[in-house]
């Protein structure tokens, strides 16, 4: 049996940091001797471009296998995979993964048809991080459905706190109908602003939200114009700056994330509104 990891970095409210989570973690954990795959399971495919691969209307994709899954084809997940230069491979996709989430509606055993696509590699990886789009659609639910746990970044803005029900609520029929493995693995704290009472304040209403059922990770990425830099360029944090807040951060999260999964096992919260 495998000992993969497999964790979606979802949040249905766009802007907080998902794919740059994803990215800069993935890095982080091979750095601590780890084998990561990234998927990318948004159609706008912002994780392969945020990875340097540009041209993506000309490469087969993650849409691709979930097509070959629908129709009961072969699947090759390997023939498909980039290796990217900083020890971290991908699975790319692009605006084809749309029309997929179209023929989901009506495929058999639709929940499950990532998690097919996926079960032949993940003997291979230590973990698989799947960046989820800001929407919770057939996509988006069959990366839950394949998936030990949950992780939800969350900008230190007001109502950050107020804005997590609806996704809160699809884990817990997640885990009762379709994957009782699944968990939160906790809420990370990003683009905070040290300077301001907001991320305190954000916390602090998180806290009292949310706080007797999810954990908060301890680590809070920083707010760094530099992140969007590198990312510009094809580059992780680390590559980009190594010395940089951010990427210490992003280390130290990394630790975490990889610690939590030796010592804990935390159900998801039965929160449904």
Do not use: W
């Not at 884990?171 to 683009?191: D, F």
């Amino acid at each position: 049996m495998s000992n993969c990891k497999v964790i979606s970095i979802a949040n249905q409210k766009g802007g907080v940091g998902k794919t740059t989570t994803t990215f800069n973690l993935g890095v982080a954990l091979s750095k601590l001797g780890k084998k990561v795959l990234l998927v990318d399971a948004d159609p706008q495919g912002d994780l392969t471009v945020c990875l340097g691969y540009y041209d993506t209307d000309n490469i087969p994709t993650i849409a691709n296998l979930m097509e070959a899954s629908i129709n009961d084809y072969d699947i090759d997940a390997e023939s498909i995979i980039l290796h990217h230069k900083e020890n971290i491979d991908l699975l790319p996709s692009n605006l084809d993964l749309s029309a997929v989430s179209l023929s989901l509606v009506s495929a058999m055993s639709r929940e499950y048809t990532m998690r097919n696509c996926l079960k032949d590699i993940k003997k291979n990886y230590d973990y698989i991080l799947i960046d989820c789009n800001p929407s919770l659609d057939m996509i988006t639910l069959n990366a839950l459905s394949c998936s030990d746990k949950v992780i939800i970044p969350v900008q230190t803005q007001y109502l950050a706190a107020k804005a997590m029900g609806q996704l809160l609520g699809t884990v817990s029929k997640v885990k009762r109908q379709i994957n009782p493995n699944l968990s939160v693995g906790g809420i990370l704290l990003t683009l905070v602003d040290e300077r301001t009472k907001l991320s305190k304040e954000t916390k602090v209403a998180l806290q009292e939200s949310y706080g007797s059922i999810i954990k908060i990770y301890n680590t809070k990425i920083p707010t760094a114009i530099k992140v969007a830099e590198s990312t510009k360029v094809g580059q992780s944090i680390f590559s980009y700056d190594k010395r940089s807040k951010v990427a210490d951060a992003y280390l130290q999260f990394a630790k975490e994330v990889d610690e939590d999964g030796k010592t804990r096992k935390q159900d998801a919260p039965s929160y449904d509104r």
